[in-house]
C-alpha cells in the first residue's frame, strides 16, 4: 500500500536516471529513493495499492465522504482489483479523527495531512498489506510511541526498497536497475554492492595493480581480491539470515544460526585482511598474524601506523568507530572459543544468545556512552545477569545486528 504523496513524481528510468556506471550506460549519481520505489512498483512481482482520488486504475484504493449521521462511526473505503470493485470500512472513524486532531498539535501539521496519514495506517488492518509505504516523517516517528506496533507494517521508501530488493533476490526475481528489468547473477550482483558499499576500493585496487606491475609481485591485487569477495560474501549471509527469518519454520532457525555464523567469519576476516593489505603497502614487514586489527592491545603493529599513516592510525585507533564495529563483531565470532551461538525462543521470536563471558563483555561495552554505541541502536538486548545476551528476530523482519550487519 502507497501513500498518496509517492505515487507521483520523477521515476528512475528517466532522463539523467538512465542507468548507472556499472552496467555502463550513464548516470553518474543515484536518484532518491521514491523515484527508485516507482520503478520498482511496476515490478510483476508486487501486488500494489495505493490511494486514489478515484477508481480509474486497478489497485487504486478511494475513501469516501464520511457518514454525517450522529451514530455513524465507520469510513467507507472502495478498492479496485482485477476481479473488479471491492468495498470494506474503517472503524472508530471518529477516533481517528480525534488522534488526527492530536498529531496537528504534536507535529504542527496541517489538518488534512494528520487526517490522511492517521487514515492511512489505520487501513492496515482492513487491507492486509505486508508494507505501507510513506514519507510522512511524523508518520514514521509515531512508531517509536508505546502504541506504534498498532500502526500496521509502516516504512519508509528507503525501508520499502531494502525489504522490495531482498524479496526478489531471495525468489531470484529480475531486479530494477535504471528503471529496467534485469535478470542479474547473484554473484555479480553482490560484486557491484560491495563496490558501491566501498566507494574507495577501485581507486585502491588500481592503485594495488600498479604495484604488482612495478615490483612483479602479485601478492597486493590477491589480498585486494580477497577483501572484495569477502565483502560480497558478506551481503550473501546477510540476505540468508534475513529471508530465513522471515518465516522460521521446521529446520530454519538452525539454518539462520548457520548463516550468522558464516557472516561473522568472513567480516572479521575482511576486516584482518585489510591489515595484511596495509602492512604490505607500507613494507612494515610483519611476519605471521602480526598484522591484524585485534592485536591492538598485545601488540604493536597497530600503534606503528602511528608514524607510518597518522590518519588511518586515528581511523583505527582504541575508541574509534572502525574499532568498536569490529570490536562487536570479534566478540560475537569468538563463539569458536566458547559456548557456541545459539537460539531460544521468546514468544513468538527467536533470540539468538551468547555465553556469560560474552554477555558480560557486551554489557560493559555498550553502557559507555559512545553516541551511536547502545543497545537499542545495534539491536541487542541485554538481559539482567545471569540472562541471555541476545540479538532478537522482530516478527519477519531481522534487523538484530543494526549498523554493524551493513559494514
Not at 127 to 142: G, H, N, P, Q, V
Amino acid at each position: 500500500m502507497v501513500d498518496q504523496p509517492l505515487t507521483s513524481g520523477p521515476v528512475d528510468g528517466e532522463g539523467e536516471f538512465h542507468g548507472y556506471p556499472f552496467l555502463g550506460s550513464g548516470s553518474t549519481g543515484y536518484p532518491d529513493a521514491a523515484a527508485v520505489l516507482r520503478s520498482y512498483l511496476a515490478h510483476p512481482a508486487f501486488e500494489v495499492q495505493f490511494v486514489a482520488d478515484d477508481l480509474d486504475e486497478e489497485g487504486a484504493v478511494v475513501f469516501e465522504e464520511p457518514d454525517s449521521s450522529p451514530d455513524a462511526d465507520v469510513l467507507s473505503v472502495q478498492y479496485k482489483t482485477a476481479a473488479g470493485v471491492g468495498w470494506t470500512g474503517i472503524d472508530y472513524y471518529k477516533q481517528a479523527v480525534e488522534e488526527a486532531s492530536r498529531m496537528v498539535a504534536k507535529h504542527q501539521l496541517d489538518e488534512s495531512d494528520a487526517r490522511a496519514g492517521v487514515l492511512f495506517y489505520r487501513l492496515g488492518s482492513e487491507l492486509e498489506a505486508d508494507l505501507f509505504i510513506t514519507a510522512r516523517r511524523w508518520l514514521l516517528a509515531e512508531r517509536g510511541r508505546p502504541h506504534g506496533k498498532h500502526l500496521a507494517n509502516i516504512v519508509s521508501p528507503e525501508e520499502a526498497l531494502a525489504l522490495m530488493g531482498l524479496y526478489l533476490r531471495w525468489h531470484y526475481q529480475p531486479v530494477i536497475i535504471g528503471g529496467k528489468s534485469v535478470r542479474w547473477h547473484p554473484t555479480s550482483m553482490r560484486h557491484c554492492a560491495a563496490f558501491i558499499a566501498m566507494p574507495a576500493f577501485e581507486r585502491w585496487n588500481q592503485a594495488g595493480r600498479a604495484w604488482c606491475d612495478t615490483n612483479s609481485d602479485l601478492t597486493l591485487e590477491s589480498l585486494n581480491k580477497t577483501f572484495l569477495t569477502r565483502v560480497s560474501r558478506a551481503f550473501k549471509f546477510r540476505d540468508n539470515i534475513f529471508g530465513l527469518s522471515a518465516t522460521m519454520i521446521e529446520h530454519e532457525p538452525e539454518e539462520m544460526l548457520c548463516e550468522l555464523d558464516s557472516l561473522l567469519f568472513t567480516l572479521v576476516s575482511a576486516f584482518d585482511i585489510t591489515a595484511r593489505i596495509v602492512d604490505h603497502i607500507l613494507m612494515l614487514n610483519t611476519s605471521g598474524i602480526g598484522a591484524a586489527w585485534q592485536r591492538v592491545k598485545r601488540g604493536k603493529w597497530q600503534s606503528n601506523l602511528q608514524t607510518h599513516a597518522p590518519t588511518l592510525y586515528d581511523y583505527t585507533k582504541v575508541g574509534s568507530e572502525m574499532q568498536r564495529t569490529f570490536q562487536v563483531l570479534r566478540w560475537l565470532r569468538n563463539s569458536v572459543h566458547n559456548e557456541a551461538l545459539d537460539l531460544m525462543r521468546d514468544g513468538g521470536t527467536y533470540m539468538v544468545t551468547v555465553s556469560s563471558e560474552t554477555q558480560s563483555r557486551l554489557r560493559s561495552f555498550l553502557r559507555e556512552g559512545h553516541p551511536g554505541w547502545t543497545a537499542d541502536t545495534l539491536g541487542i538486548q541485554v538481559q539482567p545477569p545471569g540472562g541471555a545476551t541476545a540479538a532478537k528476530p522482530e516478527s519477519t523482519d531481522w534487523f538484530c545486528c543494526g549498523s554493524w550487519m551493513a559494514c
